[in-house]
């Protein structure tokens, strides 16, 4: 009986870990989002990423003849995809930017377009005109916790005053 038990705790605990464990795409990133392990860098074209993800949010045309595909997931989802294209019309790479190193990367003085072109569109923009400044946001997932990250821009200039992270009051 002992033995038995054991088998059926062994086969639990290993159906479990195959159930849990995240899979990984193609290129070797943990699945994030259904479809990316269709993709495949250097292979699939700007047709595929389509196919897989819809229609982008934008599309960036960039100086080399690339393009970048934004798929932001909000408001209420909480990452943003940038799919890099190359002048070919060849998956380059992609990334979720909603991330702490991107956040980090926000710095005093950079501009709207600076700040829009790294995080994608932001899930709210809301204008504080008594302390000059407008503050757009964006839902993000920090280790199992949702909260918000704001980029506050002086309402004149449109370069960014400072930083913030909100907790997200009831998650």
């Not at 943003?80 to 956040?103: C, H, K, P």
């Not at 964006?138 to 913030?164: A, C, I, P, Q």
Request: with cysteine.
């Amino acid at each position: 009986m002992a033995m038995m038990k054991s088998k059926v705790i062994g086969w639990l605990l290993a159906a479990s870990a195959v159930l849990l464990a995240p899979g990984c795409d193609r290129n070797g990133n943990p699945m994030e989002e259904f479809g990316l392990d269709k993709l495949n860098t250097g292979v699939s074209t700007e047709a595929d990423v389509r196919g897989v993800m819809g229609q982008p949010d934008s599309v960036r045309e960039e100086s080399d003849g690339g393009r970048t595909l934004e798929y932001p997931k909000g408001p209420e989802g909480v990452r943003t995809w940038m799919f890099r294209i190359a002048s070919d019309g060849r998956l380059t790479g992609y990334q979720q930017v909603l991330t702490d190193e991107n956040f980090d990367r926000v710095q005093k003085g950079m501009t709207r377009d600076e700040v829009r072109n790294m995080l994608g569109r932001p899930r709210s923009v809301v204008p504080f005109k008594r302390k000059n400044e407008e503050v757009w946001d964006w839902k993000y997932l920090h280790v199992h916790e949702e909260r918000l990250f704001n980029v506050h821009f002086d309402m004149e200039s449109g370069k960014v005053v400072r930083t913030s992270i909100s907790e997200i009051s009831g998650h």
